[in-house]
């Protein structure tokens, strides 16, 4: 079965706080896809990053990072020195090699940036 | 470029009424993804295309929901009759492939309030 848990409902940070959200996935598959997208207030979902289950190593865009860990199932996203303007509710997603390209989302993280 | 244009944006009806929502992809992607999204959820797959053919509709409830992509391009949605659970945004994608590597990419969504 395929399945990715998003346990942190909520949080609320201070501005330039660092946050980290959770990602945890199962999957048979050895070839997966593992995705971030952010949802603001106005609904659309905005693609941040895609790894593959090949590659392991973190990734950093400006103020976001993201650490890939195959031996504990998690993808976990980092946010430095947080703004306002990162408030919005955040999906982690699966997809298998193969599958159709179906992606599979976690529940989101709603993140709360307070000045 | 363009992105994934859905329209309308919103949507009101009373129960057993009928409701359809379009979608268009983004130009040149072969394959268009419904999701529905309930509040506080993360968005599920209710049907895929690849061009004109269905590739997943398992998660659609046929009894009511149907969809169409019939030139390959732009997509529409029905709902018939309306459901008070079927109260959701209904998210439109587009990617240029079924692999599960490919990125997709999301429209601003419809969102329907069923009363």
């Known amino acids: 079965a395929q399945k990715v848990t998003q346990a942190q409902t909520e949080i609320s940070v201070v501005e330039k706080e660092d946050v980290t959200l959770d990602c945890v996935y199962e999957?048979?598959?050895?070839?997966?896809?593992l995705f971030w997208y952010k949802q603001p207030p106005s609904g659309e979902l905005v693609f941040l990053i895609r790894r593959n289950s090949f590659d392991e190593q973190n990734e950093i865009s400006g103020r976001y990072s993201w650490n890939f860990q195959k031996s504990t199932s998690s993808f976990n996203f980092t946010i430095t020195a947080s703004q306002v303007v990162d408030s919005a509710v955040y999906f982690c997603?699966?997809?298998?090699?193969?599958?159709?390209?179906?992606?599979?989302f976690g529940q989101g993280t709603e993140l709360s940036v307070k000045p | 470029e363009a992105g994934v244009a859905q329209s309308p944006r919103y949507k009101i009806i009373e129960k057993r009424q009928s409701v359809a929502f379009w979608c268009n992809p983004i130009s040149g992607h072969a394959t268009l993804y419904w999701y529905q999204q309930i509040l506080g959820q993360g968005p599920k797959l209710l049907i895929q295309f690849q061009n004109n053919g269905v590739v997943d509709d398992s998660q659609l409830p046929k009894d009511r929901f149907s969809a169409e992509r019939l030139k390959g391009v732009d997509s529409t949605l029905k709902i018939q009759p309306a459901k008070l659970e079927d109260s959701a945004v209904y998210l439109c994608?587009?990617?240029?492939?079924?692999?599960?590597?490919?990125?997709?990419?999301f429209g601003p969504g419809t969102r329907l309030l069923v009363l």
């Open positions: 999957t048979r598959d050895t070839t997966y896809y």
């Open positions: 997603a699966l997809s298998n090699y193969n599958q159709g390209g179906k992606l599979i």
């Open positions: 994608a587009s990617s240029s492939g079924t692999s599960g590597e490919e990125t997709q990419y």
